[in-house]
């Protein structure tokens, strides 16, 4: 059974900055593409950063410089480091991983405000 737990969510001040984890169960992590998508109310689900087995990183361009995505397969656990978190970062956030089958994670929420 695949599990994607993720955890770190919360909230934060404008400027602030969080860490979210996912811990991955039931499949060969070191083989799969690992990402984080978010999505916040009335909006559609969107790619927030991407890390390929080989380690490759995407990131969308509203986090590019901010957002730093990273992984240690040893503990089956994909990272998010989220710095300069601003309003629009307001989402839930997902952890996914994809290998000609995509599984997701339940979710956590990052709320950004004052």
């Known amino acids: 059974q695949v599990q994607l737990v993720e955890s770190g969510g919360g909230l934060v001040q404008p400027g602030g900055s969080l860490r979210l984890s996912c811990a991955a169960s039931?499949?060969?992590?070191?083989?799969?593409?690992m990402a984080w998508y978010r999505q916040a109310p009335g909006k559609q689900r969107e790619l927030v950063a991407g890390?390929?087995?080989?380690?490759?990183?995407n990131y969308a361009d509203s986090v590019k410089g901010r957002f730093t995505i990273s992984k240690v397969n040893a503990k089956n656990t994909v990272y998010l480091q989220m710095n300069g978190l601003k309003s629009e970062d307001t989402a839930v956030y997902y952890c996914?991983?994809?290998?000609?089958?995509?599984?997701w994670g339940q979710g956590t929420q990052v709320t950004v405000s004052s």
């Open positions: 996914n991983a994809a290998k000609g089958y995509n599984y």
């Open positions: 039931g499949i060969t992590f070191s083989i799969y593409t």
């Open positions: 890390i390929t087995a080989g380690g490759t990183t």
